[in-house]
């Protein structure tokens, strides 16, 4: 059945970033414009902020986590006003459930003000399947339970992609689960190891803390580190950066060892002890006592040159990234991707205490030198570090996907790719015009009208896990299509 809406805009997904983004474009739209939200499970329990477990907290604070750029306030204020009805109390980190609900909140306000002013906005619960070239209009947008949507523009921010299986040959297994978020029962005393120490297997780690399970986990990963912990906010002078990001501008290029020199350097002005650098880079990993020293340092509130250089760096890493040469891109990754996801993404204290409680029991370890699973006679033998240890159950909990094998577990990816209207970028996700969204083919040129946004462009922006990240790119894009009038298009 197709649905004639005119030269609509149709949205693939109502997460963080397509909600953002609905709030952007949505005011500005005449009356009489048609806008189509089109998402599978706003609401699901698969995604991190559908997790009704209270342990699962954001990790920024709830005064850095607003939605609208013009209202840094926002979210503090909504979740103190909601918990307060609920007779609830939030901390300055609240659990990930009350983020979603806020989320769902600002995306039905904004419809509701969008319909008052006689937009049409048709908001659809199904799985889009693919976006083709259309007869008399630009895309035909198709759903799985047989709606076809006619629009000029398409925006696909479909969110986080599943991770694909680091260890394929244990899937299907007894006691192994690829889905962190929707773990059945285990029995409490079962050994239990999770792949992966960065947010999602904390998560992990917490939901089987808050069952009761009594049984030994581990936390493994090639690196062993779990994430820093987040301290105050405040933010120190990068002066070395701003120098060399202005050489960079003025020579068109910029090179991951200077960069990384200027980093360094204010970090250093900014430390009150000399900072170990191989430490940052490979520093084993996480014990309880380093990270029982970190959260003794974050409640003394001392203040830590290397997060106050982050926190004032952090508006800069989208125009770097834009500079630096292909090479030092995928050096980058190779060699420093771990460490800015350790210290740029860190967790809570209290998230802290609760894994430090956990290690006192005897009942948390964290090992590093993951290389092998095996499926055995009675469980899994988790090959790390030179060691061998055996679990009962296994959980993945890896994170997102951004390669080839995860955009190919989406049909509407994979139709694009072989359409040769999506081309994967090789350091995550597909390639993009950054001024416009616009996704680049496989020749490389701009596809008019089919725009992408989100974790699918990590490789061409580099930070996509931010809040504040992700609502600039809306504010971006909404710009980008309101001063186009390619075609007679216009937004407003």
């Known amino acids: 059945m197709t649905i004639d809406v005119g030269n609509a805009v149709v949205q693939i997904g109502r997460g963080p970033t397509g909600t953002a983004l609905a709030r952007q474009l949505l005011p500005g739209m005449p009356p009489g414009s048609r806008y189509v939200v089109i998402d599978r499970d706003p609401a699901s329990p698969r995604l991190a902020f559908g997790s009704p477990e209270p342990t699962h907290l954001i990790n920024t604070r709830a005064a850095k986590s607003s939605l609208s750029l013009g209202d840094p306030d926002e979210y503090e204020r909504w979740v103190t006003e909601q918990a307060a009805a609920a007779g609830e109390s939030v901390t300055e980190f609240p659990a990930r459930y009350w983020f979603g609900r806020y989320v769902r909140d600002m995306f039905d306000q904004a419809v509701k003000e969008a319909t008052a002013a006689g937009v049409t906005v048709d908001v659809v619960t199904d799985e889009v399947i693919g976006v083709r070239p259309g ?4 895309w035909q947008v198709e759903c799985a339970g047989g709606q076809v949507f006619p629009a000029d523009r398409v925006v696909v921010g479909i969110g986080m992609l599943p991770q694909p299986d680091p260890y394929p040959e244990i899937i299907g297994a007894a ?17 239990v190891a999770v792949l992966g120490t960065r947010l999602t297997a904390v998560d992990t780690a917490l939901t089987l803390a808050a069952r009761g399970h009594t049984g030994p986990v581990l936390l493994a990963s090639r690196s062993g580190r779990l994430p820093r912990l987040r301290g105050s906010e405040s933010t120190a002078p990068i002066p070395h950066i701003e120098a060399c990001l202005g050489r960079a501008a003025a020579a068109g290029a910029l090179r991951l060892e200077d960069f990384g020199r200027a980093l360094m350097a204010d970090i250093e002005a900014a430390s009150a002890e000399p900072v170990d650098w191989n430490e940052v880079r490979d520093g084993g990993p996480t014990t309880r006592e380093l990270l029982a020293r970190e959260l003794a340092e974050v409640d003394a509130g001392i203040e830590r040159g290397w997060q106050r250089i982050v926190n004032g760096a952090s508006p800069t890493l989208l125009p770097a990234w834009q500079l630096l040469v292909e090479p030092d891109r995928a050096e980058f990754f190779e060699k420093w991707l771990t460490p800015l996801l350790v210290h740029g993404a860190p967790i809570p204290a209290e998230t802290a205490r609760r894994l430090v409680a956990a290690m006192d029991a005897g009942r948390l370890r964290v090992a590093d030198g993951l290389c ?18 055996f679990a009962d159950v296994v959980i993945n909990a890896t994170g997102a996907g951004t390669d080839v094998a995860a955009l190919r577990t989406q049909p509407l990816l994979a139709g694009l790719l072989d359409a040769g209207l999506l081309s994967a970028h090789p350091l995550g996700g597909v390639h993009v015009n950054v001024s416009t969204f616009e996704a680049l083919d496989a020749a490389g040129d701009p596809v008019p009208g089919l725009h992408i946004l989100g974790d699918l ?4 922006v580099l930070v996509t896990n931010d809040v504040i990240a992700l609502s600039f790119q ?15 298009v216009r937004l407003s």
Request: net charge negative; charged share 25%; proline share 5%.
């Open 457 to 460: 462009i990590r490789g061409a």
């Open 175 to 191: 006691g192994y689960f690829t889905d962190p978020w929707q773990l059945p029962e285990i029995a409490p005393d079962a050994r």
């Open 474 to 488: 809306a504010v971006l894009l909404a710009t980008a299509l309101r001063t186009n009038d390619e075609e007679g």
């Open 372 to 389: 092998e699973v095996r499926h055995t006679d009675d469980g899994f033998a988790i090959h790390h570090g030179g060691t061998i240890e």
């Open 135 to 138: 007869a008399g209009v630009r």
